[in-house]
């Protein structure tokens, strides 16, 4: 009982200090999908939400619903966000998580309390598991339900196994990476020769709700989540050799920090100490931060020098294995269902030296404390940009390009997503966070600087230019980072039009960006041209006299043949169907706008999405404007 209490005391001591944790990360996303879920129930992911300034399909959200059900049941009771009722809710998942390693480890190891408390100092555990993120729910459910199963096994109990069964179907309805848990289970039965057939039928049961839920999407809305999730790893190029590599070495680095180095290195062998010291040589050659090399080296050590108990450690291997197969981004969050047989390895390898086990225990809690604290200091910022700034955001028309925490509290503040292709109006303000943002702060005459704030902390999770790969391998591999340059800017613009002074328009002219209105991308083609989106916004000086409305530009050959509209004033002034690639000139007749000055659109149909750009595309655009003839 003792040992119960203090499990559960360790859990409560790290997330009673971080309920007032803001929202971070992919929270907003979920929060999002639970606020659907309460008009339509089934359908939680079945709406269109605008990410990085794209409008895509929350079908495809590399989760099952099963979370955003959770949310959307805490919103029906408590009615709105409170984070201090939301993470004090998700504390239970960390005691049901806690208590289930416990009850594993017990069965699997001669000192269980210290396996646990190994488990329980995770890095990953202590951080994400203040977030309303899925990754603690779908531990906690595997746990339990890995838990549970093994102890229907030993007993031959019916009633635990449909126990256990209703915890699977919750791993599946969680996350995807269920069905690893599959062969897993099976292995258990196999190594220790048990013919059970209702037990090995259970064990199917995350594929079973994983399938279900797939097969009822795409007869009730007409989509395969499995099928739109496909096509957003192909629009974003996921899914890449690059990307897979890249996360392959952060999910190594992540191993080796899960549990403190100090239990990884002491009481090795002669040929670990070379295999650790040639791996950190060769990983110090590309970045002398031991934040990279000492974590890397530790974690191909575990990996290939860690002996143990074999389903512990098959358990391991299988998921890790896994995780390389199935994740691109190479957050350590990932790897969390590793963290127990990990901790049940070492505590093993270690044995009777308690002091060693308890110096390592306190150690890996100060270091993951710290990072959560560096963690919520971020989101906090974001939470305090905002409220700060509350009289400034609620003036005007507002937007903001930023996404996670600064989106939920702007949006919460009635800012709305900025959208790639918006149209900008006089007085409009954007927030921008430079980390987070889909586009640069804006700049030029039309934006006025209203105000900006700078987050510096020594200690980063995720920071601009930082090569952190807590939460994604895209610009590093350490395992945290450690500096004084800013984390993140976040700044106010208004936007102030000024009147167009060209009435016809080269795309790398000196004032295109005061005439560009919405629509139009940045230079690209040694500053000759520039992509568009299906609808572009241009404004014009209005001729002197009705003149020509004429657009230079190429159709790409890779969306098919495409309609490209002109527009004045509202009006199709003239139109063109391009069968094929190549330079077009589009002109109209003669033309005079109604207005003080011209406003010009050029439409697109269909658009064009291109494997590994995140744009929306329609044309190459050279020039567009009023050409009086020679």
Known sequence: MRAWLLIFGVVLAIRIPFLWQPIQGDDVLYLTAAQHALIDPLHPHNFKIVSQGVEIDMRGFPHPPGNSWILAGLLALVGDVSEPVFHGAY??????????????????????????????????????????????????????????????????????????????????????????????????????????????????????????????????????????????????????????????????????????????????????????????????????SPLFWLPLACGVLILLRTPGDLFPRVWFLMFFAAALVIFFAGSARYLLPVALPLALLTVERIGERRWLLAAGIILQFGVSLTLAGANHAQWAFYKHVVEDLHAKLTANRRFVNAEMGLRFYAETGGALPLKRTQTLRDGDLIITSALTGHSPAPSGPSFLSVAERTLSFPIRLFALGSPSAYSTAANGFRAFDVASSPVDIVSVHTYRPLPPTLSFLSMNAREAERHILSGVYSLEGNGAWRWTSPKALFALKKPVQATPLQAVFRVAGQAGPRRVSILLDGAVVTEKHCDRDGLYTLESAPVLPLGGHAVVEMNVDPALRVTGDQRVLGVILVSIGFRSPV
């Open 91 to 288: 504390t239970l998942f960390s005691l049901l998580a806690a208590g289930a390693a416990f009850s594993i480890a017990r069965r699997f190891s001669k000192q269980p309390l210290f396996a646990t408390l190994v488990f329980l100092a995770t890095p990953a555990f202590v951080i994400n598991g203040n977030s309303l993120e899925s990754d603690l729910p779908f531990l906690a459910f595997w746990l339990s339900g890995m838990a549970l199963w093994i102890d229907a096994v030993e007993c031959r109990s019916k009633i635990r196994l449909i126990g256990s069964g209703l915890l699977l179907a919750c791993v599946g309805l969680t996350s995807f990476q269920a069905v690893v848990l599959i062969p897993i289970l099976w292995f258990y039965l196999w190594a220790r020769n048990l013919k059970w057939l209702p037990a090995a039928s259970v064990t199917l049961v995350p594929l079973l709700a994983v399938g279900g839920w797939q097969l009822f999407e795409r007869l009730t809305t007409g989509g395969l989540p499995a099928a739109v999730l496909n096509q957003h790893f192909a629009d974003y190029a996921l899914q890449t050799l690059n990307n897979k590599a890249k996360s392959a070495v952060a999910l190594t680095v992540h191993l080796g920090w899960m549990v403190f180095p100090l239990l990884t290195l002491l009481l090795r062998s002669r040929w670990d100490m070379i295999l650790t010291a040639a791996t950190a040589a060769a990983a110090a050659y590309f970045d002398a």
